[in-house]
C-alpha cells in the first residue's frame, strides 16, 4: 500500500528504489582479465543476428567507468541496484577454473555500492552462458544445471559477507524458450524439444543455486525474477480462448507451477506431446528435480513489460498478438497496459 504523507503518494517503510542492468548489455571489456566468449558474443558476431551488427564489446563500458556510474546512481538517490555476473568472467571455461580477476571485478563493485549507500541485488544469470558449455550441449543437457551450482557456490562463497540480496535467473522463459526455439536470443536455436528441456535445467539449476547460496550466506535472501506477458482471448471465440491458455501455460504456468511445487501444468505437457515436441515425455525429469525446483524462495521478481492478445492461428501456437490501434505503445512495440499488471500482481498473490 501507498502512504499518504502531507497529501502526497510515499513509498512504504522499508521500500527499496532502484535500477537494473544487465552484465553483457553494459560492461564490454569483453576479453579482457581473463574473460573468454559467451553464448552472447557469439550470437551477435553472427552476421544479421542484431541491428546493424553491434555487440557487447565496449556496451556503456561499465567494466572501467563504473566508479562514475556509482556516483551517478547515488546522485539519483538509488537505494538499490540490480546488476548481473558475467559467467564467463568468474567461470571461463563455464566451471572448474575460477578467474580471480573477475571475482575481484565485482568485489569492487559491491564496495563502492556499499560505500554510497546502495544495495546490491547481484543476478547470477542474465543469459550469458559460457560458450564452452554451449558446445557441450547448453542448457538442455543436464550438466549445464550442475555448472550453474558451481557458480553459485563460487560467487557467493566470495561475495557473500557483503551481499545479502541474490537472484539467481533472470526471466528463464527468454533463456529456454527465445534462445532454444524462437532463436532470437543466444544461442538461436529453434527446436521446441531442446527448449523445453531447456527450461528444465534453467528450473533446476535455480533449486541447486538457491541452496548452495543458503549454504555460504546464512541470511541470504534469495528469489527469481521470472517474465510475464498476461494472455486476453481476441475474440469470445473457443479457439482464441484456447490459444490464449496456451500462451498462459507456455509463458506464465510453466514456470510459477513449477517454482511452487505444483510441477509442471499436465494440460502443457499433453499439448506439448500432441504437437510432437516431447517425443519422450518428460524422460529428463529425474526424481527429486521437482523438489530441488521448489525450494522455498524469500522473494519472487516479477519482470512485466506487455500484455498478449491471443489470436488463433492453424494451430494453437501459431497464433499471434493481434495490435490494438487504440493503445498506446512502447518504443519497442509493447503495448502500454498496467490493468494487465494490476491483475497479474493480483493473480500472483491470490493463486501462489
Same mark, same amino acid.
Given at each position: 500500500?501507498?502512504?499518504?504523507? /502531507? ?6 517503510e522499508?521500500?527499496l ?7 553483457y548489455?553494459?560492461?564490454g ?5 581473463g574473460?573468454?566468449? %559467451?553464448?552472447?558474443?557469439t ?11 553491434a555487440?557487447?564489446d565496449v556496451a556503456?563500458?561499465h ?8 556516483a551517478?546512481?547515488r546522485?539519483?538517490g538509488l537505494q538499490?541496484?540490480?546488476?548481473s555476473?558475467?559467467w ?11 578467474n ?8 569492487r563493485?559491491?564496495?563502492g555500492?556499499l560505500?554510497?549507500g ?7 544469470y542474465?543469459?550469458?552462458?559460457p @560458450? ?10 543436464r550438466?549445464t544445471?550442475?555448472?550453474f551450482?558451481e557458480l553459485?557456490?563460487v560467487?557467493?562463497h ?8 541474490w537472484i539467481?535467473h533472470n526471466e528463464?522463459?527468454?533463456?529456454s524458450?527465445?534462445?532454444y526455439q524462437v532463436?532470437?536470443?543466444?544461442p538461436?536455436? @529453434?527446436d521446441w524439444?531442446?527448449?523445453i528441456?531447456?527450461?528444465h535445467?534453467?528450473l533446476l %539449476? ?5 541452496q548452495?547460496?543458503?549454504? /555460504?550466506?546464512?541470511n541470504?535472501?534469495v528469489?527469481?525474477?521470472v ?7 481476441? %475474440?469470445?471465440s473457443?479457439?482464441?480462448v484456447?490459444?490464449?491458455r496456451?500462451?498462459?501455460?507456455y509463458?506464465f504456468?510453466w514456470?510459477?507451477?513449477?517454482l /511452487?511445487?505444483?510441477f509442471y ?7 506439448y506431446?500432441?504437437?510432437g515436441?516431447?517425443? /519422450?515425455?518428460?524422460?529428463f525429469?529425474?526424481a ?11 522473494f519472487f521478481?516479477?519482470?512485466y513489460?506487455t ?5 488463433a492461428g ?12 487504440d493503445?498506446?505503445?512502447?518504443a ?21
Open positions: 500500500e501507498f502512504l499518504i504523507v /502531507n497529501e502526497e503518494l510515499a513509498f512504504p522499508g521500500f528504489w532502484g535500477a537494473a542492468t544487465s552484465a548489455q553494459i560492461e571489456s569483453w576479453d579482457e582479465n574473460r573468454l566468449p %559467451s553464448i552472447w558474443d550470437f551477435a558476431k553472427t552476421p544479421g543476428k542484431t541491428k546493424n551488427g555487440t557487447g556503456c563500458d567494466y572501467h567507468r563504473w566508479p562514475q556510474d556509482v551517478l546512481m546522485d539519483l538499490a541496484y540490480r546488476f555476473i558475467s564467463p568472467r568468474i567461470l571461463p571455461e563455464g566451471r572448474g577454473r575460477v580471480q580477476a573477475g571475482l575481484d571485478y565485482y568485489s563493485l559491491i564496495d555500492l560505500e554510497a546502495i544495495t546490491p541485488f547481484p543476478t547470477l542474465h543469459w550469458e552462458l @560458450q564452452p558449455l554451449q558446445d557441450a550441449g547448453g542448457w538442455p543437457t550438466e544445471a550442475h555448472a551450482a553459485a557456490d560467487t557467493s566470495a561475495l557473500g559477507d557483503r551481499v545479502q540480496n539467481t528463464p522463459w527468454c533463456t524458450f527465445l534462445g532463436g532470437i536470443h543466444a538461436g536455436l @529453434q524439444n531442446a527448449a528441456k531447456a527450461s535445467h534453467v %539449476s535455480h533449486g541447486l543455486a538457491v548452495r547460496i543458503r549454504a /555460504n550466506v546464512p541470504a535472501e528469489g527469481i525474477a517474465n510475464f506477458e498476461p494472455a486476453t482471448p481476441a %475474440s469470445p473457443p479457439e482464441d484456447a490459444a490464449a496456451i500462451w498462459d501455460g509463458y504456468r514456470f510459477v507451477d513449477a /511452487n511445487g505444483r501444468p499436465a494440460d502443457m505437457v499433453d499439448h506431446i500432441k504437437q515436441h516431447l517425443p /519422450n515425455g518428460l524422460d525429469v529425474q527429486g528435480d521437482m523438489e530441488t525446483i521448489a525450494t522455498p524462495l524469500d521478481g516479477v519482470n513489460y500484455r498478449h492478445i491471443a489470436q492453424e494451430s494453437l501456437e501459431d497464433h499471434r498478438s493481434v495490435p490494438n490501434p493503445a498506446e505503445y512502447t519497442m512495440g509493447w503495448k502500454v497496459h498496467p490493468e494487465s499488471f494490476y491483475k497479474l500482481l493480483n493473480r500472483l498473490y491470490f493463486e501462489y
